[in-house]
């Protein structure tokens, strides 16, 4: 398992009635993605910057991809610019992964036999060893959880990282979710003031 798809699994299983807005989910499991690639040594970070380490090769699809997507050139990429490019999506693609892989499942009502359905966890090792790792309040899943709103608590009340590059990673993603909402206020804003003209007129 991997951090990822552990985060993936809480996210799901932990808030059924009231899911994790994609987007805010895709910045944190890029992020995930990156702390993991970090203990893989297949990067390291110059500042905020991602450099490529040895190749390696992970037990998880998704994880590879991650480390096949490393811009490899100087001056590298960001993390703040690895999560908007690698966050696209990732929330959709991690939730179809789980579903390729049997950990999740499809309830469709009877009156929509051909809808979508609503998704839901199959009772799994790998769901039993995230929920393993949720209750004992592991550091870094904890903080990125809370970052996207799982579970609510206090800054004094989140775990804190021991080394520095995987607090820099998590206060990125932070960063983020802030960029996130920012950018979603403003156009809530001009969305009001649009309607709000054509009610005028």
């Known amino acids: 398992m991997t951090t990822p798809r552990d985060l993936a699994i809480i996210a799901m299983g932990t808030t059924p009635g009231h899911p994790v807005e994609q987007g805010r989910l895709s910045l944190a499991l890029a992020g995930a ?74 309830q469709r009502p009877h009156w929509k036999p051909f809808g979508a359905g609503r998704a839901t966890l199959t009772d799994s090792l790998d769901r039993r060893l995230a929920e393993d790792r949720w209750a004992a309040d592991e550091p870094v899943l904890t903080a990125l959880a809370t970052a996207v709103g799982i579970r609510d608590e206090g800054p004094e009340d989140i775990p804190v990282p021991a080394d520095d590059v995987t607090a820099t990673v998590l206060a990125a993603v932070n960063d983020a979710l802030l960029e996130l909402e920012a950018a979603r206020q403003r156009r809530d804003i001009e969305q009001a003031a649009f309607d709000n003209i054509w009610r005028g007129q």
Do not use: C
Not at 81 to 101: I, K, V
């Open 33 to 106: 993605e990156l702390i993991d690639l970090l203990a893989a040594e297949a990067v390291t970070l110059d500042d905020d910057r991602i450099v490529p380490g040895r190749a390696a090769v992970t037990a998880d699809r998704l994880l590879d991809e991650a480390a096949a997507a490393l811009t490899r050139e100087a001056p590298y990429e960001s993390v703040d610019d690895w999560l908007w490019r690698r966050g696209r999506g990732l929330a959709a693609a991690y939730t179809a992964a789980l579903e390729a892989d049997g950990q999740l499942t499809r």
